[in-house]
T-cell receptor, first 110, second 113 residues
Framework: GQQVQQSPASLVLQEGENAELQCNFSSTATQLQWFYQSPGGSLVSLLSNPSGTKHTGRLTSTTVTKERRSSLHISSSQTTDSGTYLCAIGPSGGNYKPTFGKGTSLVVHP | EAAVTQSPRNKVTVTGGNVTLSCRQTNSHNYMYWYRQDTGHGLRLIHYSYGAGNLQIGDVPDGYKATRTTQEDFFLLLELASPSQTSLYFC????????????FGSGTRLTVL
């Protein structure tokens, strides 16, 4: 089946620093999404970016489909950005069966 | 914003017990999913469905049954719970195409003693 690898596994920043999170996947995907999981456990979608570059607020995602990788850049990190960032991909064609990476744990210190 | 509601939020049962986790979504999404989340494993897909009466097997289905009774409701059943099923369970839904966003419920923390 599909595999999703995220790196780094954990990241510690000082407030104001930038973060770069990576997602590599094993096969072509028609869908790629980034999620944020709060320390309390709730999961929310940050953005959907199957190819190219997308911006939302302080987040920028770049996906290079043929190289099977995506990145999430967080600029000017804040303490409220602390949590886990998950990458999920969907297969090409057929039923949509999202596969998740294990996530990157981000801690931002004041 | 799509709404996905899970119940209960927390559940404690004993080995061999019977547990039903409930999920309801109110945006008429076709796809619904059950995931479990464990430290070191991330989110793993148990079962999913693309409509009422439909059921698809996920990646870690052993020990679980699921049933999609309506477009809105998706249930996860543990008929003989085991300690290995202690986990955080998430339900999610999405629309018709693979380009649509996943929306998650708040999760159910299940402990099997």
């Amino acid at each position: 089946g599909q595999q999703v690898q995220q790196s780094p596994a954990s990241l510690v920043l000082q407030e104001g620093e930038n973060a770069e999170l990576q997602c590599n996947f094993s096969s072509t995907a028609t869908q790629l999404q980034w999620f944020y999981q709060s320390p309390g456990g709730s999961l929310v979608s940050l953005l959907s970016n199957p190819s190219g570059t997308k911006h939302t607020g302080r987040l920028t995602s770049t996906t290079v489909t043929k190289e099977r990788r995506s990145s999430l850049h967080i600029s000017s990190s804040q303490t409220t950005d602390s949590g886990t960032y998950l990458c999920a991909i969907g297969p090409s064609g057929g039923n949509y069966k999202p596969t998740f990476g294990k996530g990157t744990s981000l801690v931002v210190h004041p | 914003e799509a709404a996905v509601t899970q119940s209960p939020r927390n559940k404690v049962t004993v080995t061999g017990g019977n547990v039903t986790l409930s999920c309801r979504q109110t945006n008429s999404h076709n796809y619904m999913y059950w995931y479990r989340q464990d430290t070191g494993h991330g989110l793993r897909l148990i079962h999913y469905s693309y409509g009422a009466g439909n059921l698809q097997i996920g990646d870690v289905p052993d020990g679980y049954k699921a049933t999609r009774t309506t477009q809105e409701d998706f249930f996860l059943l543990l008929e003989l719970a085991s300690p290995s099923q202690t986990s955080l369970y998430f339900c999610a839904s999405s629309g018709t195409t693979s380009a649509e966003t996943l929306y998650f419920g708040s999760g159910t923390r299940l402990t099997v003693l």
